[in-house]
């Protein structure tokens, strides 16, 4: 994929997944959006809701674009699946990775700078999941919204 390409593929097996793949540059999140923007067509969604998942949304892709990458050109990769109940986020990369310290403080806790998009993301979501990407390297965000 070139670095001003964007690549969008279904999952036939089950109608309910959708994987996107950025460039890892600020630019290209709004693709994302755009992709949440027309699952929202498929399942209709209240505007608040979908505003909500925009936003935790943009914060996951935001920390791949900001993180992990430091010294090059990357790629995000995201995937979408509906389900009748749910809808389940999954921002990933293989980058660098990053520590959660101070960017996931529990609850009365403070924040280091630039950590408020997980703690953003977790009041958005019913769940979240934050860690490592498997069998390799990079970081894995996952997160759940019960609709």
Known sequence: MSERSAAMAHTARDGSTIRL???ARAEYI????????????????????LADLKLALTEACSNSVRHAYPGGDGRVE?????RDDRLVVEVSDDGAGFELDGADPEPGGELAEGGLGI????????E????????????????????
């Open 21 to 23: 793949t950025i460039p």
């Open 30 to 49: 709004t693709l994302s959006r755009l992709a949440l923007t027309g699952l929202a067509r498929v399942r209709p969604l209240a505007d608040d809701t």
């Open 78 to 82: 995201i995937c979408f699946e509906l």
């Open 119 to 126: 703690a953003i993301i977790r009041s958005i979501a019913d």
């Open 128 to 147: 979240l999941e934050i860690g490592g990407r498997e069998g390799g390297a990079g970081s894995r965000l996952r997160f759940v919204k019960r609709l």
